[in-house]
Each structure stands twice: as C-alpha cells, then as structure tokens.
C-alpha cells in the first residue's frame, strides 16, 4: 500500500490557503484590496510571492509565516530578537520567590501539629504557580495566540463529530 504524499505548490495570493493563526478557517484574498483575510479568525494579512510569506496587518510588530509548499512554517517576530537575558530572566522570576519561600520554610518551621503548619508549604507551591502564571501571561499576550479562536473552533469540531456520529446512526 502506498502512502500518498501531500503535493508541494508554489503560494500564489490568489489561492486559498489554511490559516496560519487558527489552523481552522481559510485564508483568500479580499475583494477589490491587495490582502488576505482568514474566514474563521477575522486576521488579515499582507502576502509576498516573490519571498513565499505572509505577513499579518493587524498586529504590530507583524508576525510571519513562510511557505515551504505544503504548510505555513515560523511565526517570527519583525525586529524581535530574543536572547538568553529573557529566558534567564523568565526563569529567575519564577524560581527566585519561590526558592526564598522554599528556603525560610525548611530553616524556620512552623510547629508540629499545629493548626497551620500546611501553611509554608502552600505558600511555597501558590508562589510556583502564580509566578509560572505570570510568565505565561506575559508570553500569550505578547505573542497574542488567539486562545478563545482555538477553544471555538474545538467546539465546532467536536459539534461536527457528534452530529456526524448521531447521522451515522
């Protein structure tokens, strides 16, 4: 049995493509304009055959994806470099605060049986997990992934799958 291999095309603006942000709807050009615009997403974008990219107008700084003939690849930042100094500080906030709290726990202990004694212990993991919050906040809002478009599109498909599945009986 053979496996059938997606064919490789060139990325012609004036095809239809999916959607590089929502991976559910179909990008095409707008009437009358030069753009491209997704219709699950609402994203507009701004296409380059010569480079095979697209680029998404609606953001700044724009995002870009390039076409390697079957998917979109990347999604780069114009002018955005990121470095070491970012992650080491991504990790420091997140690991510094919660490694004092950690460290004033075990040298200072509350007293056995107390009634708060889970209290040092608690605090340690609250401060885990809202610094780890923060972090990823900071990340979903400056890459803006567009979390509520998945969480829709998730309920179309699995609307879909369970109105395919009561037709199928």
């Known amino acids: 049995m053979q496996t059938q291999k997606k064919s490789?095309?060139?990325?012609?603006?004036?095809?239809?493509?999916?959607?590089?942000?929502?991976?559910?709807?179909?990008?095409?050009?707008?009437?009358?304009?030069e753009?491209?615009?997704?219709?699950?997403?609402q994203h507009i974008f701004i296409a380059s055959a010569e480079k095979q990219s697209l680029k998404m107008a609606?953001?700044?700084?724009?995002?870009?994806?390039?076409?390697?003939?079957?998917q979109w690849i990347g999604a780069h930042l114009e002018g955005v470099e990121f470095g070491w100094?970012?992650?080491?500080?991504?990790?420091?906030?997140?690991f510094l605060p919660t490694t004092l709290l950690g460290l004033s726990a075990y040298y200072f202990p509350p007293v056995p049986g107390s009634r708060l004694s889970w209290l040092p212990s608690a605090w340690t993991g609250l401060a885990f997990l809202s610094h780890l919050g923060i972090v990823l906040w900071l990340v979903i809002e400056f890459y803006q992934f567009p979390l509520l478009t998945y969480f829709r599109a998730w309920g179309r498909r699995t609307a879909r799958r369970a109105q395919m599945e009561i037709q199928r009986r």
């Open 85 to 94: 100094a970012y992650f080491a500080a991504a990790i420091g906030l997140i």
């Open 8 to 33: 490789t095309r060139p990325f012609d603006p004036q095809d239809t493509y999916p959607c590089p942000v929502c991976r559910t709807g179909q990008i095409a050009t707008m009437p009358m304009m």
């Open 35 to 41: 753009a491209l615009a997704c219709n699950f997403c």
């Open 58 to 70: 609606d953001r700044s700084p724009p995002v870009t994806w390039h076409w390697n003939g079957k």
